[in-house]
C-alpha cells in the first residue's frame, strides 16, 4: 500500500506497507425491486445533468459562498519528501498508548535485498524494550500518527487518532451514571459473575455468526426455503430485579460445569481457608460428572447453544434449528 524508508536517529531502511487485516462482510449489489436491473452511481454535474470524467474533476473548499479549487498535484508538493519518509520522533511504553487511540493495523515488510539484519535489529530492540515507535507519515494524501511495534519477528505499523479526534464522553453522554451506589452483596455478586465468566483469549474461537446467517439465507432463499428469525433482545434490568438477575446469571455460569455446582460453589466459599484437602474433593467430583451436560442442553436458550455449537465446530450451525442443536451437540460430545 506505501514503500518508504522508515527511519530513526541516522538509521534508514526502506520498507513496504502490507494490510494486516481482511473483511469477510457479504456485498450486495444494488437492484430496482421487481427487477434484475443494477443501480449505478454517476459523477454526475448537478447543473447540467451530465455525467463527468474522474480526470474532469478537482477538489473545492468551500470558502464562504465561493470555492478555492485544489489539484491532487497540489497536495502532494506542500508535503515534499514526506510522503516517501517514516521518521520515528521517539519511543513511548505500549502502555502509555490507551486503546482508544489506535485504529488501523499493518504490516512492515524489508523492500530489497540486504536489509534483513537492519530490520532485524529494529525488531529485536524494540520488542526488548518493550516500547513503540511514535511517528508519522503522509500516505494517499492524508497525514497519519503511527506507533511502530514489534511482535512475533516481524514489525507492525498502527494507525492512531490524533489527540483532538478522541471526543470527550461527558459532551456525547448527557445521562452517565458516575459511580452510582450499590449494596455490598450486589457488587458481592457482581464480581462472582465475572469470575465465573472468566476464560483465557481464544480468539479462533469467535465467529461473526451474523455473516454466516446472511450466507445461510441467501443459500435458503436460493433453494425456496425459509431461515428461523432470531430471538428477541433480552428486556433491560431494572434496578429492582438487579440482585435477583445477577443471582441467576451466577447459577447459570456455572450450571453447566457440575449438577449442584452452585452449592458446592457456596460450599467452597464457606469454607475458605478451613483445609484445603476438603475442598479439592467436591472440586474434583464436580469436574469429572459429565453425564448432566445432555440433560442440562435442554434447559438452554438457541443463542447459548449456539455458542457450544461454534465452539465444537458444528458444521451447518448457522441455519439450524434450537432442537437440532441439542441434537447436534450431543452427537459432538
Not at 223 to 237: D, F, L, R, S
Amino acid at each position: 500500500m506505501w514503500a518508504g524508508n522508515l527511519s530513526f536517529g541516522l538509521v534508514s531502511l526502506p520498507v513496504g506497507l502490507y494490510t494486516a487485516t481482511d473483511s469477510h462482510t457479504v456485498h450486495f449489489h444494488q437492484l430496482q425491486r421487481g427487477t434484475s436491473d443494477r443501480i449505478r452511481n454517476r459523477r454526475v454535474n448537478e447543473r447540467t445533468g451530465e455525467e463527468v470524467e474522474l480526470d474532469d474533476i478537482v477538489k473545492g473548499y468551500d470558502a464562504g459562498g465561493e470555492y478555492v479549487l485544489v489539484e491532487p498535484k497540489e497536495l502532494d508538493e506542500i508535503a515534499p519528501g514526506r510522503s516517501q519518509s517514516l521518521e520515528i520522533a521517539g519511543f513511548v511504553d505500549l502502555d502509555e498508548v490507551e486503546p482508544i487511540f489506535f485504529d488501523r493495523t499493518y504490516y512492515l515488510g524489508p523492500r530489497g535485498k540486504g536489509f534483513e539484519k537492519v530490520y532485524s535489529l529494529m525488531e529485536q530492540a524494540l520488542a526488548k524494550a518493550g516500547k513503540a515507535g511514535i511517528a508519522t507519515f503522509v500516505m494517499r494524501q492524508h497525514e497519519y500518527l503511527v506507533a511502530l511495534k514489534a511482535e512475533d519477528g516481524l514489525l507492525t505499523l498502527h494507525t492512531l487518532h490524533w489527540a483532538d479526534e478522541i471526543r470527550n464522553p461527558k459532551d456525547e453522554i448527557d445521562n452517565l451514571p458516575g459511580k452510582a451506589k450499590a449494596s455490598a452483596k450486589e457488587l458481592h455478586m457482581a464480581e462472582q459473575l465475572i469470575e465465573a465468566l472468566s476464560m483465557q483469549w481464544e480468539p479462533d474461537r469467535f465467529h461473526d455468526t451474523f455473516q454466516e446467517k446472511v450466507a445461510a439465507l441467501i443459500q435458503a432463499k436460493q433453494a425456496g426455503e425459509t431461515v428461523e428469525k432470531a430471538e428477541p433482545a433480552a428486556e433491560p434490568t431494572g434496578a429492582v430485579d438487579l440482585m435477583e438477575a445477577l443471582r441467576a446469571s451466577v447459577d447459570r455460569a456455572r450450571g453447566p460445569r457440575s449438577a449442584g455446582g452452585d452449592k458446592a460453589s457456596t460450599a467452597r466459599g464457606r469454607t475458605a481457608g478451613s483445609g484445603a484437602g476438603h475442598e479439592k474433593k467436591p472440586t474434583g467430583k464436580k469436574r469429572v460428572h459429565s453425564a448432566p451436560k445432555k440433560q442440562d442442553l435442554g434447559n438452554l436458550t438457541k443463542a447459548d447453544l449456539y455458542k457450544k455449537a461454534a465452539a465444537a465446530n458444528v458444521p451447518g450451525r448457522s441455519h439450524m434449528t434450537r432442537e437440532d442443536l441439542v441434537d447436534a451437540l450431543k452427537h459432538a460430545s
